[in-house]
């Protein structure tokens, strides 16, 4: 959705094209937007979610 300028990302993902899916749809260029903002929330307590937290944090870097 080209309108879309932020993201909220709740869900435990953390494998490379379904979290790059997701940051490409905030990113793409639209009338009007300047910017593109990713929250993502860390459940650290839960050691699954930690973990796909983890994953997602190395693809933001780069590193996979």
């Known amino acids: 959705v080209p309108g879309w300028d932020i993201l909220f990302l709740v869900s435990p993902l953390s494998t490379g094209p379904r979290v790059m899916q997701a940051l490409g749809r905030i990113a793409r260029v ?3 937007k300047t910017s593109a903002t990713l929250i993502d929330f ?3 307590n839960v050691p699954m979610l930690l973990g ?3 994953g997602r944090k190395a693809l933001y870097r780069g590193d996979k």
Do not use: I, K, W
Request: hydrophobic share 45%.
């Open 30 to 32: 639209a009338p009007g």
């Open 42 to 44: 860390v459940d650290s």
């Open 52 to 54: 796909a937290a983890r």
